[in-house]
């Protein structure tokens, strides 16, 4: 039983070595998570770049479908006659062969009224 006394084990140098482990461990923690939190590849970056990804293909669908709307237009003013027809009358002014046209001309001295041109 005597050499059962002399083993007394002290748990005050284990508890003394186990906080400053803890110490390492939390500040190791925090630097890290700073680093990653805060830096050029950082979560936070990344996240802004996610949401700037998603605006610009959002923006890009919207460009491709006025592409394509305006290729359809182009492909109707190339082979569809009635198109054709309306564009002329719309941008030129042009009449078709049944068609009479009125031209209407505003006189310097009234408000708006319409004069006759002869």
Do not use: C, W
Request: net charge positive; glycine share 6%.
């Amino acid at each position: 039983m005597a050499a059962l006394e002399k083993k007394d084990f002290s748990v005050k140098p284990i508890l003394t070595k186990a906080v400053k482990y803890l110490q390492f461990t939390i500040l190791f923690t925090a630097v890290a998570t700073a680093g990653i939190l805060m830096g050029e590849k950082s979560l936070i970056h990344k996240n802004k770049l996610d949401v700037k990804r998603l605006f610009l293909e959002k923006e890009n669908r919207s460009i491709e479908a006025e592409i394509k709307s305006l290729e359809r237009r182009v492909t109707l003013l190339g082979s569809d006659p009635k198109t054709i027809a309306r564009a002329a009358q719309r941008k030129l002014g042009m009449a078709g062969p049944d068609e009479r046209v009125y031209i209407f001309e505003r006189s310097k001295g009234s408000s708006g009224g319409i004069a006759e041109s002869e």
